[in-house]
């Protein structure tokens, strides 16, 4: 699946999508989701979350859209 970078300057075909914690970042961004990819090490993030709950439910949410076939991903 292709995910957006959060500054929308890159595009990644991701095959593992984590959840961080983000320990350098401002007070409300606290979790954030890295897409990567195997083949030249790359990796972005993708979305950042005030908390753990809201990283997951948005894992989720793109679990679900690559499940039903979609190529692309952009997380709000």
């Known amino acids: 699946m292709y995910i957006y970078s959060l500054d929308r300057k890159t595009i990644i075909k ?3 999508l984590s959840i ?3 320990f350098g970042g401002k007070k ?3 979790y954030c989701i890295i897409a990567e ?3 030249d090490l790359q990796a972005v993030v993708a979305a950042v979350f ?3 709950k809201t990283a997951i ?3 989720e949410n793109a679990f679900q859209a690559f499940e039903s076939g979609a ?3 952009k997380f709000d």
Do not use: P, R, T, V
């Open 50 to 52: 005030a908390d753990e």
């Open 57 to 59: 439910d948005a894992l």
């Open 14 to 16: 991701a095959i593992k």
């Open 71 to 73: 190529k692309f991903y």
């Open 28 to 30: 409300e961004e606290k």
């Open 37 to 39: 990819n195997g083949h």
């Open 20 to 22: 961080s914690k983000n």
